[in-house]
C-alpha cells in the first residue's frame, strides 16, 4: 500500500531579519543610481536567490515588518520594542526596494501597518493548515509556537532546522508554550519585562508542572511546595503581576487573523515582471552576474542580454 503524499511545503519568509543582517554586515560602498546605500538590498538580493535556487520553491511568500510602531501590540503597551533605534531613512528606502525585488520575482509580498510579519507568517500558516506544510525561514525564537504536525523551522544563516519535538531541545519548552514562556521569563529583545524574579529556567519550571500560563494562576497555591529556589515569593510575584502576565502573554501570542491582502490562494508563485526586474537592477547597479542570477530565478528573458553594468 503506498503511503499518502507529503503536502507541498509553503516557506514563509522572515524578510527583516536578512535585510537587517545585511545593512549590518554589508560595507556601504553599495550605492544606487543616486548616491543611496544599497547594501542591504544587495545582501537580501544574495540570500533570496540562494532560496530560490536551493529549494525552488512554488509556493512561498515574503513578510515585512510595517507595523514597527504602529501595530496593535504598541496601542495594547507603548514601550512594546521602544528599546530599538528607529530604522533610518537609508534602510527604509532599502525595504521598499527589496519588497519591489520580490514582486518583480513573482513572490507574494505579505506587509500590514497593523500586524508584524510574525503574525501574517502565522496567519498565512493558519489559513493553509492541512493543505501544505510550513517551512518558517527566521531564527526568531517566537515564531517556533506556530510550529504543528510536519511544520519546521529554518535558520537559514546558520543551516539549522527544527521540528515541533525540536523546540524542546532548543528553549526548555514545547512549541505551544512558547507565548506562555515569554510572557512570564519576559523577552528582552521586544521590551517584554515579563513577571519579576522569574528568569528563562523557573518559567520551564512552571511550564513543565503546570503545562500552561492558565493551569498555573487556576493552581497558584500549588508554586511554593515546587523544588525552585524562591518559590514562595515567586509564586507572591505571580499574584502581584497578574493583571501584567496576562498583558505580556497578549503581545508575545502571535495573531492567526491578520489580513492577507492581495496574496493568491495557496501562495502560488506568480508570473514575474522583467520590466520592473531590469529597472531594479538598473537602478540598485546590480552587477551583471546577479541580474543572470535574477532572470534565471525569474524564468524569463533578460531585455537587455548583453547589458553590462558596474559590478
Known sequence: MSLPAAPPSLYLVDASIYVFRAWHSLPDQFQDAQGWPTNAVHGFARFLLDLLER?????????????????????????????RDPAPEALKRQFVHCKALCAALGLAVLAHHEYEADDLIGSALHVH???????????????????VDHDEQWDYARNQRWDVAGVKARHGVHAHQIA??????????????????????SAAVLLAHFGSMDALYERLD??????????????????EQRAHAQLWRQLTTIALDAPLEGSQPGLLRQAADPELLGGLCQTLRFGPMTRRRLFDAAGVADPLPSHSEPA
Open 222 to 239: 500549588e508554586v511554593p511546595f515546587l523544588r525552585l529556589r524562591g518559590a514562595a515569593q515567586m509564586a507572591v510575584r505571580l499574584r
Open 129 to 147: 493548515r492541512g493543505s501544505h506544510r510550513g517551512v518558517i525561514i527566521s531564527a526568531d525564537k517566537d515564531l517556533s509556537q506556530l510550529l
Open 180 to 201: 506562555d514562556y515569554l510572557a512570564l521569563c519576559g523577552d528582552a529583545v521586544d521590551n517584554i519585562p515579563g513577571v519579576s524574579g522569574v528568569g528563562s529556567k
Open 55 to 83: 529549494e525552488r520553491p512554488q509556493h512561498i511568500a515574503i513578510a515585512f515588518d510595517e507595523a514597527l510602531d504602529s501595530g496593535f501590540r504598541h496601542r495594547l503597551y507603548p514601550d512594546y520594542k521602544a528599546n
